[in-house]
């Protein structure tokens, strides 16, 4: 069992940054990822990182957030984060992160655990 909380969220200015976290207990978590939903639309994944061995961990992204998002995890692996540099409006939503799926997986079906979200507001 994985429990996860996200904080984080906030309202800012378009081209501002933001660093999303994501707090874990109970499992240890080797793969994650980060959603988003904005209201009307289907939940869309946006970044997802997994343990290859020990401290060697592998990012990988949506080709619509590439070069403005990064994941990054604590050593622990007890903390996910997503920092989001030149926020648009168009990436207002309530963002989520997502433990127990597959590798590289970025479909929010393949996942089993979910923290409540945080909402971003990103004004022009």
């Known amino acids: 069992q994985v429990q996860l909380v996200e904080s984080g969220g906030g309202s800012v200015q378009a081209g501002g940054s933001l660093r999303l976290s994501c707090a874990t207990s109970g499992d240890i978590v080797n793969t994650a990822a980060w959603f988003r939903q904005a209201p009307g639309k289907e939940r869309e994944g946006v970044a997802t990182?997994?343990?290859?061995?020990?401290?060697?961990?592998?990012?990988d992204y949506a080709d619509s957030v590439k070069g403005r998002f990064t994941i990054a995890r604590d050593g622990d692996q007890r903390t996910f984060y997503l920092h989001i540099d030149n926020l648009k409006p168009a990436d207002t939503s309530m963002y989520y992160c997502?433990?127990?799926?597959?590798?590289?997986?970025?479909?929010?079906?393949?996942?089993?655990?979910w923290g409540q979200g945080t909402q971003v507001t990103v004004s022009s």
């Open positions: 990182i997994w343990t290859l061995d020990g401290d060697i961990y592998i990012a």
């Open positions: 997502a433990a127990g799926g597959p590798r590289r997986s970025l479909d929010p079906q393949a996942y089993k655990y």
